[in-house]
């Protein structure tokens, strides 16, 4: 069974300092992860997915398999990425997407 | 891009009567949608997979006799809560595959159930 891990529940940091958000996962295959982002009164949205290997608003996820691990990074917070962000796990396909319980971050002018 | 809407987006009833919810891919058709619910604070959690067309798989735990879900067409899914009770009392919240972007699944806007 695949397995999403968000350590962290709450993330504050100052405006413009660096931000990563953690994630790991378990499964015996190989998936793609996401990470979603619900700003406050917003639906869920995807931020990006490793396959793209793309930078969205400032943020970029590397996957490392050895440490099967997708952290969310951005080298200066802003105000406006304070939000609820989720790590999430696809084992391919049109299946079910499994999340990680979300981090709240909370950037501090 | 692809847009998935619900109906309604909050509703408050009584204990013991049935609520309706609907999803809809608005510029898409989906052969999957995606319920969950998610509690205050708290992650999504898959109740269920509505397939086009046939039954609907449900995940460990969840009752499909209370929670019937139809996905009757390819733009439709619905989620009937039967018999509600306080403690059904969530958001819940639908999502598909876009046929057009098979890699990115589009959330819906939530509908916020409270049961008297």
């Known amino acids: 069974a695949q397995r999403v891990t968000q350590p962290e529940k709450l993330l504050s940091v100052f405006k413009g300092a660096p931000v990563e958000l953690k994630c790991n996962y378990s499964y015996s295959g190989s998936p793609e992860l996401f990470w979603y982002v619900q700003y406050s009164r917003q639906r869920l949205q995807l931020l990006l997915r490793h396959i793209s290997r793309e930078s969205i608003k400032g943020f970029t996820a590397d996957l490392n398999k050895g440490e099967t691990s997708f952290h969310l990074k951005k080298p200066f917070a802003q105000e406006e990425d304070s939000a609820m962000y989720y790590c999430a796990l696809n084992p391919g396909g049109y299946q079910k997407v499994t999340f990680g319980t979300g981090t709240k971050l909370q950037v501090i002018p | 891009g692809a847009v998935v809407s619900q109906h309604p987006s909050w509703v408050i009833c009584k204990s013991g009567t049935s609520v309706k919810i609907e999803c809809r891919s608005l510029d898409f058709q989906a052969t999957t949608m995606f319920w969950y619910r998610q509690f205050p604070k708290q992650s999504l959690m898959l109740m269920a997979t509505s397939n086009e067309g046939s039954k609907a798989t449900y995940e460990q735990g969840v009752e499909k006799d209370k929670f019937l879900i139809n996905h009757a067409s390819l733009t439709l899914s619905t989620l009937t809560v039967t018999s509600a009770h306080p403690e059904d009392s969530s958001f819940y919240i639908c999502?598909?595959?876009?046929?057009?972007?098979?890699?990115?699944?589009?959330f819906g806007p939530g509908t916020r159930l409270t049961v008297l």
């Open positions: 999502s598909a595959w876009g046929t057009g972007n098979a890699d990115t699944q589009y």
